[in-house]
């Protein structure tokens, strides 16, 4: 029996990202023909991460290595298809999973943290307000950077290959 | 290279290039030079130069397209002025209408408070703070860091509107995500992929900028921070 609640949050979570990575796509100018795959790939990735951190209990940066890798692998199917570096379509699908709340949350609690002269128990709150969110922050953007380099790797050949007009025919490098 | 694409790329599609000359390339590149060798098959003839890396736009159509042009190159061995030719027909190509853009992000950036469970009047805030802000980045084109420090302030003063006449129940999140869209992320990933694949110091380049960004705009959002004052917490 499928949980139509889980479904629907599910699938809200992956339009958000899908309209994120378009917006944040055209900032970078791409090829028209990526936009639409880059969005395809931001919602999957997005929706996996959703899924793990809400119903398996993964932490924030693990799940964002699993979408990361994901959107990885399926960049280099998707690049192979419509002739773009992998590197294009998984750039923009990466971009909706920036930690930026976590960013903003360490520049505000280092802010605080300077206000709170004279006061020990406040200035120690933030100060692990700070550690917390700055290496929340760091860990979640290596995990990305990667977990969505990985897959580049185990298909060294093809991934470096992929624009070549030559693979076409033969279908394989 | 400041096109948004990583080192290795640009090392490899040199040396493809290159190849299909019957030369060797080896190039070192860091954030503002390149320089590069190349060296024929026979070792007869050495050449070597140095030069200044442009810095531009992030542009994806360039990253893609070039590269499609160096396979072109390597495997059809064309002469070098038809190389020029498609090389000069690509970097021509306009960008995408800077208004389309504009609103694109506006969507972007609400759609992503959304995902961070802001409600629809942090997201309403958010789309108009981020329209604004992502304007006068679009218009001012002096001092790169000055203009992140600007954009975010404005940015999230408009957004902080919210947290100051009590609408809604997320302004905090409506305030953090107004200035997401200045984040640089390619300049990060790119940074981290380079390291990767061993360029170590251009990837440390790319994140010591990104990071300098990062700083101008917390800086933008902590004059509106300190501005509202104690109300914000």
């Given at each position: 029996?499928?949980?139509?609640?889980?479904?629907?949050?599910?699938?809200?979570?992956?339009?958000?990202?899908?309209?994120?990575?378009?917006?944040?796509?055209?900032?970078?100018?791409?090829?028209?023909?990526?936009i639409l795959y880059a969005a395809l790939l931001a919602a999957v990735g997005?929706?996996?991460?959703?899924?793990?951190?809400?119903?398996?209990?993964?932490?924030?940066?693990?799940?964002?290595?699993?979408?990361?890798?994901?959107?990885?692998?399926?960049?280099?199917?998707?690049?192979?298809?419509?002739?773009?570096?992998?590197?294009?379509?998984?750039?923009?699908?990466?971009?909706?999973?920036?930690?930026?709340?976590?960013?903003?949350?360490?520049?505000?609690?280092?802010?605080?943290?300077?206000?709170?002269?004279?006061?020990?128990?406040?200035?120690?709150?933030?100060?692990?307000?700070?550690?917390?969110?700055?290496?929340?922050?760091?860990?979640?953007?290596?995990?990305?950077?990667?977990?969505?380099?990985?897959?580049?790797?185990?298909?060294?050949?093809?991934?470096?290959?992929?624009?070549?007009?030559?693979?076409?025919?033969?279908?394989?490098? | 290279?400041?096109?948004?694409?990583?080192?290795?790329?640009?090392?490899?599609?040199?040396?493809?290039?290159?190849?299909?000359?019957?030369?060797?390339?080896?190039?070192?590149?860091?954030?503002?030079?390149?320089?590069?060798?190349?060296?024929?098959?026979?070792?007869?003839?050495?050449?070597?130069?140095?030069?200044?890396?442009?810095?531009?736009?992030?542009?994806?159509?360039?990253?893609?397209?070039?590269?499609?042009?160096?396979?072109?190159?390597?495997?059809?061995?064309?002469?070098?002025?038809?190389?020029?030719?498609?090389?000069?027909?690509?970097?021509?190509?306009?960008?995408?209408?800077?208004?389309?853009?504009?609103?694109?992000?506006?969507?972007?950036?609400?759609?992503?408070?959304?995902?961070?469970?802001?409600?629809?009047?942090?997201?309403?805030?958010?789309?108009?703070?981020?329209?604004?802000?992502?304007?006068?980045?679009?218009?001012?084109?002096?001092?790169?860091?000055?203009?992140?420090?600007?954009?975010?302030?404005?940015?999230?003063?408009?957004?902080?509107?919210?947290?100051?006449?009590?609408?809604?129940?997320?302004?905090?999140?409506?305030?953090?995500?107004?200035?997401?869209?200045?984040?640089?992320?390619?300049?990060?990933?790119?940074?981290?992929?380079?390291?990767?694949?061993?360029?170590?110091?251009?990837?440390?380049?790319?994140?010591?900028?990104?990071?300098?960004?990062?700083?101008?705009?917390?800086?933008?959002?902590?004059?509106?921070?300190?501005?509202?004052?104690?109300?914000?917490?």
């Amino acid at each position: 029996m499928i949980d139509w609640q889980i479904l629907g949050s599910v699938i809200a979570d992956a339009i958000g990202a899908a309209i994120a990575a378009i917006g944040f796509a055209v900032i970078s100018n791409p090829p028209r023909r990526a936009i639409l795959y880059a969005a395809l790939l931001a919602a999957v990735g997005h929706s996996i991460r959703f899924v793990l951190l809400k119903y398996a209990g993964l932490d924030l940066a693990s799940a964002s290595f699993v979408a990361a890798f994901s959107i990885g692998m399926l960049s280099l199917a998707a690049g192979y298809r419509i002739f773009c570096p992998a590197t294009v379509l998984y750039i923009p699908a990466l971009l909706p999973m920036i930690p930026g709340m976590y960013a903003y949350r360490t520049v505000f609690s280092l802010i605080r943290f300077l206000q709170s002269s004279g006061n020990d128990n406040e200035a120690i709150h933030y100060l692990l307000e700070i550690f917390k969110n700055g290496i929340t922050t760091a860990s979640v953007l290596f995990s990305l950077g990667v977990g969505a380099t990985i897959p580049i790797f185990i298909f060294y050949k093809r991934a470096f290959s992929m624009t070549r007009a030559a693979n076409r025919p033969k279908r394989q490098a | 290279m400041a096109s948004g694409v990583h080192t290795s790329r640009i090392v490899r599609n040199t040396a493809r290039i290159a190849e299909s000359f019957g030369f060797e390339a080896h190039m070192t590149l860091f954030h503002k030079t390149i320089s590069m060798t190349l060296r024929s098959k026979d070792n007869a003839h050495v050449y070597s130069t140095v030069s200044t890396a442009k810095s531009g736009a992030i542009n994806f159509e360039f990253n893609s397209e070039l590269s499609a042009l160096s396979w072109e190159a390597y495997d059809n061995h064309l002469p070098l002025d038809t190389l020029w030719e498609k090389f000069h027909a690509i970097t021509s190509k306009p960008r995408m209408n800077p208004w389309a853009v504009w609103i694109l992000v506006g969507f972007a950036n609400a759609s992503f408070c959304r995902l961070f469970n802001g409600d629809w009047i942090a997201v309403a805030a958010v789309f108009v703070a981020t329209l604004v802000g992502f304007r006068i980045k679009q218009i001012l084109h002096f001092n790169h860091y000055f203009v992140f420090t600007i954009s975010a302030f404005v940015a999230s003063l408009i957004a902080s509107i919210t947290m100051w006449q009590h609408w809604g129940t997320t302004p905090d999140i409506a305030i953090g995500a107004s200035v997401l869209y200045l984040i640089p992320g390619v300049p990060l990933i790119n940074g981290i992929i380079d390291i990767i694949e061993g360029h170590v110091l251009a990837g440390t380049a790319r994140l010591i900028n990104a990071l300098l960004l990062i700083v101008c705009i917390a800086f933008g959002m902590g004059i509106t921070l300190l501005m509202m004052g104690g109300k914000l917490l």
